[in-house]
Structures are given as C-alpha cells and as structure tokens.
C-alpha cells in the first residue's frame, strides 16, 4: 500500500510542504517574527482575489489554458477524446485544487514569498529580484528533467542531456517565472499566483491525475 502510485502523491506533498512551507517559514518566524501575512498569506489576499486582482488572475489563467489546449501536447488526451465529459467535469477541479496545493502554494511560497521577497530586498529592486528568482526557478527544474528521466518526449527527449534540460528551463519555464514574478511583485498576493500556477500545470498533469486517482 505504501508503495501506491496514490500514497505517493500524498507522501511527495507532505514533503513538499514541510521542507519548502514549514520550515522556512519557521525559521523566519523563530529568527525575524515574520507571520503569515508578511508571506501574502493572509484574508486580504483572498477577498482581492475575488476583488481587484480577479481579473488580471482569470485572464491570465485564460490565456495560459486556451494556449496549452491548443498548442500544448499535455491537452492531447482531451484533444483526441481520451476521457468522457463526466470524467473532466470531476477530475479537472479536483486537479486543480491538488496542484493550488501542490505547485501553487509549495513552489510560490518558496520561491516567490520567500526567495523573490529576499533578492528584491537584498537588491533594492523588484526588477532583480523577478529576473534572479525566475533564472532559479527555471534551473531548479532541471534536476527532475536529468535525474528523474521526467524531461518531455516531445520537446526534449525522454532521457535529456544535462544541458538540453537546463536549455529548456531557462527558456520556458524561466519565461513562466517571470510572469509569476512580476504579479507577485504587484500584488504581493500568494493566493493569486497560486491560482495561476495551479492553472499553468493544470493540462500537462491532467492524464496522470486521472489515471492515479481511476477517476
């Protein structure tokens, strides 16, 4: 039973969320006082989510998901009719509410609350700490990619080269993190990049959501 593809996804994002949410946020609360409105976590955040930030978050979120059904090879499935509309219709929220979990508030709190927010500081600018933090955040794929062998048949192989798997964080997902970057640098709302992180990975991770879940 441990050893489950279903065990796995919850085991893999109690991790997640011990070693990148826990425990940095405890350290800068035992070291600075930090609290988790100082994280963008906070009943503001949600109330301008469905306010004064819902819109640039939707459309977004739009753009990204109409762009990967058409273009992205994670939409095939769909595209081609693999699943009926009652299995969408349960398993694309569901999907969506593991990944606002998973990538959303694991990889932003991380790399935007945390990391952004301290380069900017260190650097005086929003500028450097977008372009610093979304160059890291790109790279920090790249293991999965080489080690992993998660790398995307059809963009860079089954089995990437170190440096095709760094070429390619850098090019896309670099590109991403710029643009989760610069909303959290405008609204310094978690809630919101969460939203639209979750949506980003939403399409490509859908088929293995399904198939793990027997939804």
């Not at 100082?38 to 998901?65: E, K, P, T, Y």
């Not at 372009?131 to 992993?148: D, E, V, W």
């Amino acid at each position: 039973a441990w050893a489950s593809p279903r065990t796995k996804f919850l085991v893999v994002l109690a991790r997640k969320l011990v070693v990148f949410v826990g425990v940095p946020f405890l350290l800068f609360r035992l070291i600075f006082g930090y609290r988790w409105r100082d994280f963008g976590i906070q009943a503001a955040g949600l109330r301008a989510l469905a306010g004064n930030h819902l819109l640039v978050v939707l459309v977004l979120s739009g753009m990204i998901l109409v762009f990967q059904y058409f273009a992205g090879n994670g939409a095939k499935p769909i595209r081609q009719g693999e699943f009926g509309a009652r299995q969408l219709a349960i398993a694309i929220p569901l999907c969506f509410v593991w990944l606002f979990l998973e990538v959303g508030l694991v990889e932003e709190f991380f790399f935007r609350a945390v990391v952004q927010g301290r380069l900017s500081a260190w650097f005086k600018s929003e500028i450097s700490g977008v372009t610093l933090m979304a160059l890291l955040f790109g790279l920090a794929h790249a293991p999965g990619f080489i080690l992993r062998r998660a790398g995307l048949a059809d963009a860079i192989g089954e089995n990437p080269s170190p440096a095709d798997a760094m070429a390619y964080t850098i090019v896309v997902l670099s590109v991403a993190g710029i643009f989760f970057g610069i909303v959290w640098a405008r609204t310094k709302n978690l809630f919101a990049v969460m939203f639209i992180h979750a949506s980003a990975d939403l399409l490509p991770n859908l088929k293995h959501f399904i198939v793990t879940w027997g939804i």
